[in-house]
């Protein structure tokens, strides 16, 4: 359950966001191409607010902090210029996407406070499996300690990250969002340098925790958390 630290709802009298999931998998041109038009339609007032939820065949994005060092050789899957903030990180079956545009007119203009509700989002949903995401002060995304594996090699306690958050505003009106990992192939991680985080951190996904669910299962509880921390949806 959202907190007043981390509930974003917008404005009493708001239409409720409009929640839209694409069967099958999605070329992430389509998804970029959805988020330009709709980002222009909300902030005119011709659009809801929305959140798309896809997944994509494999695939690296590139945020504007992306290293070219940390792509790691000759790349096994297109690499995209995405235009959100953040470094490189993958996409590809079994993690879900979603892509969300809200404006923050209608909330609060405070992206520090919108990406703590994104990360509280997910925490509130990994918490319906019993996992416990936590968040890092030094390192964007949700976490999960690894007490089973050795100590990182600067002793600090093993953990993996879960959950990749990356935005971008136009307008006031948020596009691009969060991946959750739910059974993704955790090898094809290995081509990037993931957010550009170094030191032993590791991915991890609910199947790698032990926790075999389906996306549809997945979606509901993304749902429930979604509206816990951001208002009313409705089917798009």
């Given at each position: 359950?959202?907190?007043?630290?981390?509930?974003f709802?917008p404005?009493p009298?708001?239409?409720?966001v409009s929640?839209?999931?694409?069967?099958g998998?999605?070329p992430?041109?389509?998804s970029l191409?959805?988020?330009?038009a709709?980002?222009?339609a909300i902030a005119?007032?011709?659009a809801?607010e929305?959140v798309?939820?896809?997944?994509?065949?494999?695939?690296?994005t590139?945020?504007?902090?992306?290293?070219a060092?940390?792509?790691?050789?000759v790349s096994p899957?297109?690499?995209?210029?995405?235009?959100?903030?953040?470094?490189?990180?993958?996409?590809?079956?079994?993690?879900?996407?979603?892509?969300?545009?809200?404006d923050?007119?209608?909330r609060?203009?405070?992206?520090?406070?919108f990406?703590?509700a994104?990360?509280?989002?997910?925490?509130?949903?990994?918490?319906?499996?019993?996992?416990?995401?936590e968040?890092r002060?030094?390192?964007v995304?949700?976490?999960?300690?690894?007490?089973?594996?050795p100590?990182?090699?600067?002793?600090?306690p093993?953990?993996?990250?879960?959950a990749?958050?990356g935005?971008?505003l136009?307008?006031?009106?948020?596009?691009h969002?969060?991946s959750?990992?739910?059974?993704?192939?955790?090898?094809?991680?290995?081509?990037?340098?993931p957010?550009?985080?170094?030191?032993?951190y590791?991915?991890?996904?609910?199947?790698?925790?032990?926790?075999?669910?389906?996306?549809?299962?997945?979606?509901t509880?993304?749902r429930?958390?979604?509206?816990?921390v951001?208002?009313?949806?409705?089917?798009?």
């Open positions: 359950m959202a907190t007043e630290t981390t509930a709802r404005a009298g708001s239409p409720s929640w839209v999931i694409r069967d998998l999605t992430y041109e389509e191409g959805f988020m330009e709709r980002v222009e005119s007032g011709a809801p929305t798309l939820l896809v997944e994509h065949p494999p695939l690296y590139a945020g504007t902090s992306a290293r060092e940390d792509l790691l050789g899957f297109p690499v995209f210029a995405a235009g959100r903030g953040g470094q490189y990180t993958y996409h590809g079956p079994g993690q879900r996407v979603a892509y969300v545009m809200l923050l007119h209608r609060r203009p405070d992206v520090r406070a990406v703590a994104l990360e509280a989002w997910i925490i509130g949903t990994l918490a319906e499996f019993q996992v416990r995401g968040r002060e030094d390192r995304g949700v976490w999960v300690a690894r007490p089973e594996r100590p990182l090699p600067d002793g600090s093993a953990e993996d990250k879960i990749a958050i935005i971008r136009r307008k006031w009106v948020t596009f969002g969060i959750l990992n739910v059974d993704p192939d955790l090898s094809h991680f290995g081509g990037i340098v957010c550009g985080i170094r030191g032993g590791g991915v991890t996904s609910l199947a790698d925790l032990g926790i075999l669910v389906s996306m549809p299962e997945v979606d509880l993304l429930r958390n979604f509206e816990n951001f208002g009313p949806t409705v089917d798009g």
